[in-house]
């Protein structure tokens, strides 16, 4: 029923449709001016910057398919230090996207567990991540699974300015 697989540059145009759809279900409500959302699609979930980002010897991708649907994507950052973390064997879990009719199937866990087991076998010590501060789903979800908070930021897209809550967890 529900399978991952770590992802190749083929996958590109996947993640990149999973990007768009998944990021506007989530945030797209937040954008007063659709054209910003547009502008960063392009900007972030082009498949030309996903082959890229697929590419890099940091970043590991996988998806998940729900009945043989792609459903999910999820990236681990490798290597990856903050301006909250001082330690040296730190990752980020960059992303884990579900679509929303999907949310309900625990792929996110699934996701995360697989993320999680991948940093800990490359001897990380800490994991970081950062969540709106307004998706309170997400934050429970984090909190649930032992990530604490350790900081606030900013981000800007377009006109919007968004808070977000810098979480981490020990592996």
Sequence with gaps: MLAIRQATTADAPTIALLGRVTFSETFGHLFEDKND???????????????GSLQKEQNIFWLAFYQKLPVSYAKLKLNSTSAFITKPQVCQLQKIYVLQDFLSKKIGLHLQSTLIDEASQRNFETIWLSVLKSNTRAIRFYEKNNFIPIGNHQFQIGKENFSFLAMARKL
């Design 37 to 51: 959302l547009l502008e960063y699609h392009q900007r972030t979930f082009s498949v030309d910057k996903i082959n």
